[in-house]
């Protein structure tokens, strides 16, 4: 896919194959190897799935999500992720204790730690009653390491 | 996702081919919760054609897993490879279960 | 692709065949016959390499297209392209003539025509400073003719 | 799209599969200049195996026969099928050309 490029589905799990493919084609055609659009794919999962199951659960209608891929200054490549549910700010999420065993650990929030560990930069807005959460992965210019 | 079950001694050997994602981890679950209200508490996840899992996947492992534990069950891996072997590792799933290098390993 | 869906590309010929693709799986998820989708995208070719060549031809920047499908009353499903260019309004256009013989016949003018023949409905606003052109395509329900 | 070229008596056989459209239109339109600045006058266009024409398309075809045709030359085509006769009928092409069910019929 040619960037920039924006795309908007309803929010629902019947959306993620669709937004997922949107995204890795974009990636991919800025030239990342298999392992980091395998990357980017597993943190857009994690965040796209949260705002299925929070985002507008108090709210009587489909919601929408509106993704953007685009490039940014030093070779990065950006996602933009807007909806227009509950404020949440994925920053304040705690860690999750990845230690504990079996029986203490926790189930779920895995998601939010995962996009942290994997994305090079993730920020977050409050901007017109709309959640913006904005993805970067560097180093574009690398030899991608699998092709 | 393609999940493919049979039976080693005690063992029930999950085979699971593709993707364990938010869309297809409900099938696993199902699945997982059917064998363990049979009675089933060893189960060994064959996962070398497993291409991807998120954390809807670990989800499900971990609640089977929570399941077995008390009544002296266990839950191990093997053939873990590229993406899923990092999540397991990012995630602690790769300290807190058991993992094989291949199917053979773990049941021996 | 489920749809209410919206894609924005670049107004550049680069982005033809993703905005042809994701037009063409909004209509095949509606269950239109292959007859149907293709005629679907060449309404929609023709007027995209229009935008591309027309619309943006004063401006210094490259220019966006956004295009959403979704389904309206009575059984339609409705494509509507949006851009910033000039104000254009395709209905305005005088019909070629399609009988004159090789000697008089004057190349080009056949696009537009081409969308107005193959679509159900064709209309036109302009609407805070853009283009918003929507095409209706009929009979969503009754059974595709291929499949 | 693919373009084939051969030649039949003083006919050039233009075979053309997949789809003319404003992205590959450029294309034939240079392969015909060629061959026109060659010296041919004489075009059979075969189209059983092309799946889509658009308007950028017919303006190549046009623009070739306007420019054989004050030299004594002809353009005809064969086998359209689909998506592709209905376009030569709806722009009326279908009556400008001579159109040929077959490759054999026209070059008869
Ligand atoms: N888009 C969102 N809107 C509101 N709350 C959210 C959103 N995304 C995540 N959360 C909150 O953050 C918590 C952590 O999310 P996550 O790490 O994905 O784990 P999990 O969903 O398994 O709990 C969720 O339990 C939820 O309370
Ligand atoms: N988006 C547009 N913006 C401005 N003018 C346009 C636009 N689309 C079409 N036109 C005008 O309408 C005319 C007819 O378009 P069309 O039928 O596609 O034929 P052609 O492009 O071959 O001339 C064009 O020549 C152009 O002048």
Same mark, same amino acid.
């Given at each position: 896919?040619?960037?920039?490029? *924006?795309?908007?589905?309803?929010?629902? +799990?019947?959306?993620?194959?669709?937004?997922?493919?949107?995204?890795?084609?974009?990636?991919?055609?800025?030239?990342?190897?298999?392992?980091?659009?395998?990357?980017?794919?597993?943190?857009?999962?994690?965040? +796209?799935?949260?705002?299925?199951?929070?985002?507008?659960?108090?709210?009587?209608?489909?919601?929408?999500?509106?993704? *953007?891929? =685009?490039?940014?200054?030093?070779?990065?490549?950006?996602?933009?992720?807007?909806?227009?549910?509950?404020?949440?700010?994925?920053?304040?999420?705690? #860690?999750?204790?990845?230690?504990?065993?079996?029986?203490?650990r926790q189930i779920g929030g895995?998601?939010?730690?995962?996009?942290?560990?994997?994305?090079?930069?993730?920020?977050?807005?409050? #901007?017109?009653?709309?959640?913006?959460? *904005?993805?970067?992965?560097?180093?574009?210019?690398?030899?991608?390491?699998?092709? | 996702?393609?999940?493919?079950?049979?039976?080693? =001694?005690?063992?029930?050997?999950?085979?699971?081919?593709? =993707?364990?994602?938010?869309? *297809?981890?409900?099938?696993? #679950?199902?699945?997982?919760?059917?064998?363990?209200?049979?009675?089933?508490?060893?189960?060994?996840?064959?996962?070398?054609? +497993?291409?991807?899992?998120?954390?809807?996947?670990?989800?499900?492992?971990?609640?089977?897993?929570?399941?077995?534990?008390?009544?002296?069950?266990?839950?191990?891996?093997?053939?873990?490879?590229?993406?899923?072997?990092?999540?397991? =590792?990012?995630?602690?799933?790769?300290?807190?279960?058991?993992?094989?290098?291949?199917?053979?390993?773990?049941?021996?």
């Open positions: 896919m040619v960037i920039p490029a *924006t795309i908007t589905l309803p929010a629902k +799990l019947d959306s993620l194959y669709d937004f997922i493919d949107f995204v890795s084609s974009c990636a991919r055609e800025q030239g990342f190897s298999n392992k980091r659009v395998s990357e980017i794919e597993l943190a857009l999962e994690e965040i +796209l799935v949260n705002i299925f199951k929070y985002a507008y659960k108090d709210c009587s209608f489909d919601g929408e999500i509106e993704i *953007t891929c =685009k490039l940014a200054c030093a070779n990065s490549f950006v996602i933009e992720i807007v909806d227009s549910g509950m404020p949440f700010d994925i920053l304040s999420v705690r #860690e999750p204790d990845i230690t504990a065993d079996i029986d203490e895995l998601g939010v730690f995962f996009v942290k560990q994997l994305m090079d930069d993730v920020q977050y807005r409050r #901007e017109e009653d709309r959640n913006k959460l *904005t993805l970067v992965i560097k180093d574009l210019a690398i030899m991608p390491d699998i092709y | 996702m393609e999940i493919q079950t049979g039976k080693e =001694k005690n063992t029930v050997v999950v085979s699971i081919k593709g =993707k364990i994602d938010a869309v *297809t981890a409900p099938e696993l #679950e199902k699945e997982l919760s059917n064998l363990i209200a049979q009675g089933e508490n060893f189960f060994l996840f064959n996962f070398s054609e +497993l291409e991807y899992i998120s954390s809807a996947g670990l989800r499900s492992l971990l609640a089977a897993a929570k399941q077995v534990k008390p009544k002296g069950g266990n839950i191990v891996f093997s053939g873990l490879k590229g993406p899923v072997g990092d999540v397991f =590792k990012i995630s602690g799933f790769g300290t807190i279960f058991k993992i094989f290098e291949t199917q053979e390993d773990a049941l021996k």
